[in-house]
């Protein structure tokens, strides 16, 4: 592995959104390797997290995002669009595979932050990262990551003696604060912040600045242990 690799014997674990999910999962697996860890706008990949995003809930906040996302898919196939997309981004067609690519990335970006923002759309609509994005995010949701039904709330207990921050803006509509909420029930020692006038990307001043006072915090509790 990586930590093996740079010859690191404990770290601190920092990710966002699906990141998130590794962080958590990873901590949960090797906790005795952690020192703790920074999440930002939680997924814990849920089925009621991916139907929200990908199927009925977001949708009904940016009905006319929606309508680009779902253009790719014919009527009769769009009672799962997670499915359907999953379908186009691997089938042989590279048409459709690329029309696939660009509705998924695109609808990500147009909904990642709390007021649209340009630089993040144009980053989600590279060709070369749409396709790249669209189809390993899909193939992650077909399999429920590889988990084991609310594996990660599940095993939360593990995260119990690990220092933590949670990171979530109030109006994130990517991964809404419900999990971050259940996440912070199951490890009570993590601080949860939620910053009331941002959505789910990075680039939301409101959360970098979290990010950067959480981890500066984290290092000085960490130095104190």
């Not at 259940?182 to 409101?206: F, K, N, Y």
């Not at 959360?207 to 006072?213: C, G, P, S, Y």
């Amino acid at each position: 592995s990586r930590r093996l690799f740079f010859r690191i014997d404990r770290w601190v674990l920092c990710g966002g959104s699906w990141g998130s999910t590794l962080s958590l999962v990873y901590a949960e697996t090797y906790p005795e390797r952690v020192l703790g860890l920074v999440v930002r706008g939680i997924f814990l990949l849920r089925p009621r997290e991916i139907r929200w995003f990908y199927q009925d809930g977001a949708n009904h906040v940016f009905p006319d995002y929606w309508q680009d996302f779902i253009a790719p898919i014919p009527e009769e196939e769009r009672h799962d669009l997670v499915q359907a997309h999953y379908r186009h981004l691997t089938g042989s067609d590279e048409v459709a595979r690329m029309a696939s690519a660009k509705a998924w990335s695109v609808w990500e970006g147009r909904t990642a932050t709390l007021t649209p923002n340009h630089a993040v759309i144009d980053f989600f609509s590279n060709p070369h990262l749409a396709l790249g994005l669209a189809r390993i995010e899909a193939h992650y949701c077909v399999h429920q990551g590889f988990l084991a039904p609310n594996q990660i709330l599940r095993d939360a207990h593990r995260l119990a003696t690990l220092p933590g921050y949670i990171i979530q803006g109030r109006y994130d509509m990517c991964c809404p604060m419900e999990s971050a909420w259940d996440l912070h029930l199951a490890w009570p020692r993590a601080q949860l912040e939620i910053v009331p006038d941002a959505g789910h990307s990075v680039t939301e001043p409101g959360i970098t600045d979290a990010l950067v006072r959480a981890t500066i915090s984290l290092h000085k509790q960490l130095a104190l242990d």
